[in-house]
């Protein structure tokens, strides 16, 4: 999954919220827009764990599987990414 040394090589980043005083006025993302570079080096982080946080009842809320999400968003697998997501509605 991912880049097997990516959570060490790679810091957390993440987008900046938008101006609180912009997302009063309407019910668009609290995120500015993303940055795909960003989303394919954030992605590569994932650790592939044995038994990952992110899928455990309190990791993805809406229980998607991070870490295959993960490795297609590092490969820029975009269209299998989102059918991915698309399968836990």
């Known amino acids: ?3 097997v040394t990516g959570f060490k090589e790679f810091n957390r980043e993440v987008e900046p919220y938008r101006s609180p005083k912009k997302r ?5 993302e609290i ?5 795909e570079s ?12 044995g038994v990952p946080f ?3 009842g309190e ?4 229980y998607n599987l991070i870490p295959e999400w993960n490795d297609l968003v590092y490969n820029e697998k975009w269209e299998e ?3 991915r997501l698309l399968k836990n509605q």
Do not use: E, I, W
Not at 24 to 28: A, Q, R, S, T, W
Not at 59 to 62: A, E, M, S, T
């Open 1 to 3: 999954m991912g880049k």
């Open 24 to 28: 009063v006025l309407d019910f668009k």
């Open 31 to 35: 995120y500015t827009d993303h940055d």
């Open 38 to 49: 960003l989303l394919n080096t954030q992605a590569s982080r994932c650790m592939n764990c």
């Open 54 to 56: 992110c899928q455990s």
């Open 59 to 62: 990791g993805c809320p809406v």
């Open 81 to 83: 990414a989102f059918a």
